[in-house]
């Protein structure tokens, strides 16, 4: 998911010709909500979380944008689910996932904050 996902944003800063960006964009993104489903929800991982956030940066150049609010407000809950809001969550333990906690707990909020400012 996060990687098709990753390909699909990328179309949009590839060079190739405008005409087709959206095209080869759709397909990638096709391809990623394949993988968008109860097995990705039940994951409980941090990579589950970043996927939704990217899936949901994507979605903002649709004309969709309330299913990129609610792909953000999942995101928000599995996060939370996880202990990713906390200042010390208890459940991360190596400095480096630690860090990639905060991080994305950040983007979550920035996300939630100005999807629809």
Known sequence: CAVNTAFALG????DIPVAMRQTVADNFFRRAKQHVGLDLLNSRSIGAVQALLMVALYLQSTPDPHTCWNLIGVACRMAQGMGM????PSRFKDPLELEICRRTWQGIVMMDKYVFA
Not at 11 to 14: E, Q, S
Request: hydrophobic share 40%; aromatic share 12%.
């Open 11 to 14: 179309c949009h800063f590839a």
């Open 85 to 88: 809001h906390e200042a010390h």
